[in-house]
């Protein structure tokens, strides 16, 4: 069990890092996204192969096909989130970037027919306001619109994944990593293939900066990801999972030296303890259902 923590966490600050290295790499957000699903892919599908693990998409074409849209909204996510990184700035990208599990929430209840209690409601409420201060406190110059605009797609982007994920209940794991990681490197290629013919200049002091995100934040991130959410309580793997966003708020301040006013920090906190506390509700509600049920 110790291991399985290790690796979870070790996971969600490799991912907190990411808009870290990409900083160092002189590229567009789109081929910044082609190299890391690329090398994502060549390794993960290596893993997969030398693995010798069950294939179970050819068994379920209906749940391969969800994974495959959410792989394409995955690959769309990363494009967005990269660019709200070079016009925002990583800490209020991420802190943006990560109510796509709110926009999730709001529309459980038609999609899914979860309801929408008292606790979500708040939570949302206590996020939104977090948003709102983060957002508000941005200082005027650069393309502020516009890295917004990004983030917010990048969110949308993100809930759209997880919506799309859920409908693939018999494709798991690290199968399910891997054909995300391959269709979000297929769409992303298109792209480049359209706009540039895959014309890439990279700087030499570029290719460190891109293999590390490609294999240790992308490939080594989501397998070590994958093969501990399944040996962890549910409560764990729900609360700890906003180490992410945290962790990328703390690297980009002390890496990066960017600064967050009061407002933005308050707003930083906000949207965290807004995030967990639907979380742990939810849990100790399905919780206390089950022994009812019981």
Request: one cysteine or more.
């Amino acid at each position: 069990m110790k291991r399985a923590y290790f690796k979870y966490i070790f996971s969600l600050l490799l991912f907190g890092s990411n808009g870290i290295v990409a900083s160092y790499i002189a590229l567009s957000s789109y081929e910044i996204v082609f190299f890391r699903t690329l090398i994502g892919s060549l390794l993960l599908i290596s893993v997969f192969i030398f693995s010798r693990r069950e294939v179970s998409f050819k068994k379920y074409k209906k749940h391969t096909f969800f994974v495959v849209l959410s792989g394409i909204a995955m690959g769309l996510s990363w494009m967005f989130v990269y660019e709200a990184y070079k016009q925002i700035g990583v800490s209020i990208a991420s802190l943006v970037f990560y109510c796509g599990p709110i926009i999730v929430m709001i529309v459980s209840p038609i999609l899914f027919k979860e309801k929408l209690t008292l606790p979500k409601i708040l939570g949302f409420i206590t996020v939104f306001c977090g948003v709102f201060l983060v957002n508000g406190q941005i200082s005027h110059g650069g393309n502020i619109k516009f890295g917004l605009f990004c983030g917010t797609m990048a969110a949308l982007m993100y809930s759209l994944m997880i919506i799309f994920n859920k409908q693939a209940k018999d494709i798991v794991g690290l199968e399910n990593s891997t054909i995300q990681l391959v269709a979000g490197f297929v769409v992303v290629a298109v792209f480049i293939g359209i706009k540039q013919r895959f014309v890439i200049d990279v700087p030499a002091s570029s290719w460190i900066p891109i293999f590390i995100l490609g294999s240790v934040n992308t490939a080594i991130g989501c397998y070590l990801y994958f093969s501990s959410i399944c040996e962890l309580p549910v409560q764990t793997v729900a609360v700890c999972g906003y180490l992410e966003p945290l962790s990328a708020v703390v690297f980009s301040v002390l890496i990066l030296g960017e600064v967050m006013s009061l407002p933005q920090i308050i707003g930083a906190v906000m949207i965290i303890c807004g995030a967990i506390f639907v979380e742990c509700c939810d849990l100790l509600f399905a919780k206390n259902r089950k022994i009812i049920l019981k």
